[in-house]
Every structure is written in structure tokens, then in C-alpha cells.
T-cell receptor, first 112, second 115 residues
């Protein structure tokens, strides 16, 4: 069935380091792909999305490119800040699905 | 402020209690969702409502009973829960379903502890 797999955390980085969080998906159709972020004590909020192959989503310095050939949607940021500390969820929607399918989340801890 | 409000934020209940979680959205959306968030597990979709009609029930035990009286309100009624039901329960809304959904708007969640 449809599924999303994320790298396990926590990921601990120093401020200004480069970030990559891996995400791969399994789907029968052509899904849209999303990254959501959950800050401490809050619900999830959309960070970025891509709706077709080779699209790049970007927001707040984060980027992710929809790679159909590797079924991946890795999240990257060139220079992380302490305020980026949160849990990041990769998700997809697909034809016929009635809701988004989420990964297990990756906790990012950025140290000053 | 995402426009989706959940109450209570925290709930502690015994296994024989009956309680309810409430969700209200002020975004004019027509679909609402309950997700369960447990540590180190993917978010689990529990229920989906579209225009107040339940369109998906992901094999959720009957001790969880959803109710959607109108497009702005969603409840999750809880009774005779088990300790393994302790989790963060997230409500979300969207303008449409499936591929047209695009974005879900989440509440801050209700942290449930079952003793």
C-alpha cells in the first residue's frame, strides 16, 4: 500500500549547518508531496509542497525536489537556525486517497 | 493561529470514563479529519468527514466514536479506553479531499492520557 518513509531522528546540528532529511514514498499513482513542520506544543503546519515530478517546493529557506525516478522528496536547508528546531513530517496525497499519508516524523535539534 | 481549535488541550481519564474531544474550524472548509500521533510512529488517520458525512474509517476500535454535526465541528467520543490509546489526537480540516486537498490545517492537538 501507499507509504512514506523518513529517516529516523533525532537529527542534531549546530547553527548554520547544512540540513538534509530524507524522505521516500511508495504510491500506485502520481502523488503530490508535502513537508509539514510541528513546533513544540503546536499542531502541524504546511512547510512546502510539490505537485508533479521535478517540481521544487521552497519556503523559509527550506527546499525539496520531487524526484519521481528515485521516489524521493528530501528536505534541505543551507543554514539552520535554533528556531528551526521542530519535528518535520513528510506526507503525500494520491489519487483515490481521501487524506494525506504521513511519515513518522524526524525531530531536528539545532544547537547554538 | 491556524483557524482550527481543539479542546481540551490535555485530558487524563480512567479506563471506565467517558469523555469527548472537540474540534472547531473557522476556515469554511468542507472536510475534517482525526489523526492519532504516537511517539516514533507515522500519523495514523482515524476518520474523515466530508460535508458532515463520514467517508473513511480506518479500522478504528469502536471505543472511539466520531460525530460531525456540521461542517465546522467535529467530535471524538471516548469510552472504555486502554492505556495504549494514550497519544496526541490531532484534528485537521481542508477545502477538499484526496488529490484536491492540497493542504491540511491542523489544530494544536489534545494530549490524552489513559490511566
Amino acid at each position: 500500500g501507499d507509504s512514506v518513509t523518513q529517516m529516523e531522528g533525532p537529527v542534531t546540528l549546530s547553527e548554520e549547518a547544512f540540513l538534509t532529511i530524507n524522505c521516500t514514498y511508495t504510491a500506485t499513482g502520481y502523488p503530490s508531496l508535502f513537508w509539514y513542520v510541528q513546533y513544540p506544543g503546536e499542531g502541524l503546519q504546511l512547510l512546502l509542497k510539490a505537485t508533479k515530478a521535478d517540481d521544487k517546493g521552497s519556503n523559509k529557506g527550506f527546499e525539496a525536489t520531487y524526484r519521481k525516478e528515485t521516489t524521493s522528496f528530501h528536505l534541505e536547508k543551507g543554514s539552520v537556525q535554533v528556531s528551526d528546531s521542530a519535528v518535520y513530517f513528510c506526507a503525500m496525497s494520491d489519487t483515490g486517497r481521501r487524506a494525506l499519508t504521513f511519515g513518522s516524523g524526524t525531530r531536528l535539534q539545532v544547537q547554538p | 493561529e491556524t483557524g482550527v481549535t481543539q479542546t481540551p488541550r490535555h485530558l487524563v481519564m480512567g479506563m471506565t470514563n467517558k469523555k469527548s474531544l472537540k474540534c472547531e474550524q473557522h476556515l469554511g472548509h468542507n472536510a475534517m479529519y482525526w489523526y492519532k500521533q504516537s511517539a516514533k510512529k507515522p500519523l495514523e488517520l482515524m476518520f474523515v468527514y466530508s460535508l458532515e458525512e463520514r467517508v473513511e474509517n480506518n479500522s478504528v476500535p469502536s471505543r472511539f466514536s466520531p460525530e460531525c454535526p456540521n461542517s465546522s465541528h467535529l467530535f471524538l467520543h471516548l469510552h472504555t479506553l486502554q492505556p495504549e490509546d494514550s497519544a496526541l489526537y490531532l484534528c485537521a480540516s481542508s477545502q477538499g479531499l484526496g488529490q484536491t486537498t492540497g493542504e491540511l490545517f491542523f489544530g494544536e492537538g489534545s494530549r490524552l492520557t489513559v490511566l
